[in-house]
């Protein structure tokens, strides 16, 4: 079985902080490159962030950037989203995807790069 389940969604009021954390079963996270998706209510699935399978390296949306952080633990084959400084405008399913391009594309943001998805984790965020 092949799988990604996000967690560590909820309500978090402006400003706030999250941890969302995407763990990886069936196969492992390492030989991937792990992107970042959110989608809200009547909008497109949006690429949020990605991360490397080697040296780690990153990329950001310019929503994002500066106050999300995407990091990896391969030895717990799990990828996380650290969500700082939370806007009402973030509130969207989040969902983490795995490419087996080991690096992040020049189009990570691009939906059809990635072969695995999970079924997301929802991210409020309201006063």
């Known amino acids: 079985q092949l799988q990604l389940v996000e967690s560590g969604g909820g309500l978090v009021q402006p400003g706030g902080s999250l941890r969302l954390s995407c763990a990886a079963s069936g196969f492992t996270l390492y030989s991937y490159s792990i992107g970042w998706f959110r989608q809200a209510p009547g909008k497109e699935r949006e690429g949020v962030s990605c991360i490397s399978s080697s040296k780690g390296s990153t990329n950001y949306s310019d929503s994002v950037k500066g106050r999300f952080t995407i990091s990896r633990d391969n030895a717990k084959n799990t990828v996380y989203l650290q969500m700082n400084s939370l806007k009402p405008e973030d509130t969207a399913v989040y969902y983490c995807?795995?490419?087996?391009?080991?690096?992040?594309?020049?189009?990570?943001?691009?939906?059809?790069?990635?072969?695995?998805w999970g079924q997301g984790t929802q991210v409020t965020v309201s006063s």
């Open positions: 995807a795995a490419d087996l391009t080991p690096i992040c594309a020049s189009t990570w943001y691009w939906l059809y790069e990635y072969d695995y």
